[in-house]
């Protein structure tokens, strides 16, 4: 049963343009989610989170924004820059997973010059 | 540097044999927390400690066990190896207990072990 899915294993981007990372949820008890980025032979290293009450949030070029409604979320990168290449997962918590974080698959981010 | 520290890096065994891998957490946090990631699989929750003793348990395999010393590291204990458990073992770390509602940020993972079984 994933309860986190990142349906695309990879996305290959201009650098410059947007990115589009989305993730998709079956849990509606999940009401935090947070972005991960992972480099080659490194652990995941947290980027950014949303907590269900709000709908966007933002950090300098990244914005996650949630979708309730239909259980998705998007992590926009703008623009997209070549150390952005990396893997980067998606994860919720709620109180049905006793607020232990639930990992999507991860997508792989492919910035191209 | 996340200030987790795994050992060894990388190890290649035998089916049916046991290994251990190590971690020692950041300076200060008392959670510690096992996760397998598996090829083109996501990050899967093993195990987690606090303090010494067990707090969460994921989809951690009877074969394989864990502990958290005093001094708070922590060991996880991988026995009867199949080719199948092959998979990047991360450590990772916090201050608090996870599970508190909004403290998923403060969760950092070391490298990561890489178990081959051939």
């Known amino acids: 049963d994933q309860q986190v899915k990142q349906n695309s294993p990879s996305l290959s981007v201009q650098e410059g343009r947007i990115s589009i990372l989305n993730c998709d949820y079956t849990?509606?008890?999940?009401?935090?989610f947070l972005w991960y980025k992972k480099y080659p032979a490194e652990g995941p290293t947290f980027l950014i989170s949303?907590?269900?009450i709000k709908d966007k949030n933002e950090d300098g070029r990244f914005t996650v924004f949630l979708n309730k409604s239909a259980k998705h979320l998007s992590l926009h990168i703008v623009p997209s820059q070549p150390g952005d290449s990396a893997v980067y997962f998606c994860?919720?918590?709620?109180?049905?997973?006793?607020?232990?974080?639930?990992w999507g698959a991860g997508t792989k981010l492919i910035i191209k010059p | 540097d996340s200030g987790v520290t795994q050992t060894p890096k990388h190890l290649i065994t035998a089916t049916g044999q046991r290994v251990t891998l190590r971690c020692s957490p950041r300076?200060?946090?008392?959670?510690v927390y096992w996760y397998q990631q598996s090829l083109d699989q996501g990050l899967q929750f093993l195990i987690q400690?606090?303090?010494?003793?067990?707090?969460a348990k994921g989809n951690i395999l009877e074969r394989f066990s864990a502990q958290q010393f005093p001094d708070l590291h922590s060991e996880l204990n991988l026995s009867s190896l199949e080719l199948g458990d092959s998979a990047l073992y991360f450590c990772?770390?916090?201050?608090?207990?996870?599970?508190?509602?909004?403290?998923?940020?403060?969760?950092?993972f070391g490298e990561g072990s890489w178990l081959t079984v051939v």
């Open positions: 994860a919720a918590k709620g109180s049905r997973s006793n607020y232990q974080l639930i």
């Open positions: 400690y606090y303090n010494g003793e067990e707090r």
């Open positions: 300076s200060g946090d008392l959670s």
């Open positions: 990772a770390s916090s201050v608090d207990l996870s599970h508190q509602r909004f403290a998923g940020n403060t969760i950092y």
């Open positions: 849990n509606s008890m999940f009401d935090y």
């Open positions: 949303i907590s269900s």
